[in-house]
């Protein structure tokens, strides 16, 4: 399906994050210019997907040119005004219009955005109750806040829900998702020191 939002997409070729699409068009050899509407906010943006759950035939070599693509566009350094972000989604869309596929989406019930679900716009993709999701993309939802799981009102209204709560609990999830993004804020705030460090020893 197409990306849930905007993010590093562009509305038209003039924008922000332009420069960056026009750069990866023209590394992969792409003079077709497609568009999508995002899932929550229905708005149209250049051709651009989200890449959690495909399926493709083989004999289009789609994944095979994504790679290429993919090494040609790092080897350049090419990248969004957001720096390493979604570039393997944008990536994706240079085979797709390059190779003139039709993609098409899985369902509406695939790949669903929990933390977004009820706040869909976009009327090919709107949802009207959580039980109609037949998979779910949580991200980082689960972390948000922390150790606690968001869908488990959602869940207990589901046959085997109170199964499936316990199971996200023994699993330990919670406390690693938590414990990864503590590791992560660590990490992003050393890395602001050493970069203050660095400014303030430059001038």
Partial sequence: MPVVQKNIGVEDLDGRNALYWHEIYKACGVDVFRFVTTVLRNTKILEYCNTGHIVAHRQNALYKNWLENFELVIQQKYEPLQGHYCIEQSIFAAPVAQLK????????????????????????????????????HYHKYFSIPEVVNPLKGEMLKRLHGAQLNKMVKDSGVLEKISWSDNIKRKLTLKMDILKQRFRSNKL
Avoid at 116 to 133: A, D, M, T, W
């Fill in 101 to 136: 596929l039709n993609v098409k989406s899985l369902g509406v019930a695939y790949n669903v955005p929990a933390r977004h679900f009820q706040k869909i716009v976009n009327p090919e993709f709107k949802l009207s109750h959580f039980s109609e999701i037949t998979t779910l």
